[in-house]
């Protein structure tokens, strides 16, 4: 049994409360592999649950952080080794079980992935949850044919983490890169990044007309709404749109003739729960062929874990710009 410190997540009767706290490694939640936390990041479901502003966890309490990386300790699963580098993101971290943002973290060995040879812990938590979202919707757009000579991809909310990986990993792999976002300040930026041509959201003229003219070969979008809904119409024949977000809205009202048409198909991306022989798939390809080249540049922001909570609100605000990491390991 091992003190430590964690920022821990209640809900009961006194209603919502978060902060650091420091437990024992006995207290941490079920799992074959006890790691000793070196870095976590910050994504817009650790600010929901951290503020109690979204119902994120499932059960309470729980140590936040979906993503974590760092050094195993012991492991009853022999696949796992002590002193193993590893990573796990999504897979039920602080949602049923403790997550990354505590000293030590308890895995199950089922959704503990072995640290590539070619990215540091760091590295895989600049990537974390939102790079693995990109990359698992360019995986599952290329295995339904999207080609770089269908046309441009288009990326939605391209500020934020899922959407600057995005146009990292995107262009990397050979595709013209349109990134949409309302901030165009920061447009250079996204130049630096891969972005072949930025557009300001507030300056999006779509028709309404059930199809437009295929301006697009296909779409990441982390927006929903008006904004998936308008670009829908504009997309290639047989292109994809792969859908991660809803940072504007749940809602959808389109018609069904860009499908019956265009042949256009909807990849839902749900990244949390992927299937581990895919899980490794994408883990495999962000370390070799798709693995972001501004990585540094992307992460805009590093926080002690004692100072996690502080850059909730800026998230939830929608003033985030970039990765946050979460430097665990003192």
């Keep these: ?19 650091i706290e420091t437990m024992d490694t006995d207290s941490l939640s079920p799992g074959e592999v006890l790691v000793r936390a070196e870095w ?5 479901k650790d600010a929901l649950a951290g503020t109690g502003k979204g119902k994120i966890l499932r059960t309470y309490p729980l140590n936040g952080g979906i993503d974590v990386a760092g050094s195993v300790v012991a492991s009853s699963d022999p696949a796992f080794r002590e002193g193993d580098k590893v990573l796990a993101t999504g897979s039920g971290l602080s ?10 973290v308890r895995l199950p060995a089922a959704w503990t992935v072995a640290l590539p040879a070619t990215l540091t812990t760091r590295e895989a938590m600049i990537i974390g949850t939102a790079g693995f979202t990109a990359a698992l919707a360019l995986l599952r757009m290329t295995e ?12 939605t909310g391209a500020t934020g983490g899922v959407g600057m990986l995005g146009i990292d990993i995107f262009s990397g792999a050979g595709y013209e890169v349109h990134a949409i ?8 930026f996204l130049r630096g990044i891969g972005a072949t041509t930025c ?30 809904a308008g670009f ?23 018609t069904v003739m860009p499908f019956i048409i265009r042949g256009v198909s909807v990849l839902g991306i749900a990244s949390a729960g992927t299937a581990r022989d895919v899980r490794d798939e994408v883990w495999k390809r962000l370390s070799s062929e798709w693995k972001p080249r501004h990585l540094d540049t992307i992460c805009t922001k590093e926080v002690a874990l004692e100072d996690v909570a502080g850059v909730f609100g800026a998230m939830l605000e929608g003033g985030s710009f970039g990765r946050t990491l979460v430097r665990i390991a003192s």
Aim: charged share 20%; net charge neutral; aromatic share 8%.
């Design 232 to 254: 829908l119409p504009a997309i290639a024949p047989y292109g994809n749109a792969a859908i991660c977000g809803l940072a504007g809205s749940p809602a959808l009202e389109t």
């Design 199 to 228: 557009v300001d959201r507030h300056q999006l003229a779509f028709s309404g007309k059930p199809m437009e003219s295929a301006r697009y070969g296909g779409l990441l979008d982390n927006v929903g709404g008006a904004t998936l």
């Design 40 to 44: 976590s990041s910050v994504n817009y």
């Design 1 to 19: 049994m091992t003190s430590f410190r964690a920022f821990r997540i209640h809900q009961d009767g006194a209603g919502h409360r978060a902060g």
């Design 95 to 104: 949602e049923t079980l403790d997550g990354g943002y505590g000293e030590y």
């Design 181 to 188: 976002s309302g901030k165009p300040d920061r447009f250079d």
């Design 144 to 155: 339904n044919r999207q080609t770089p000579s269908l046309g441009p991809i288009a990326i």
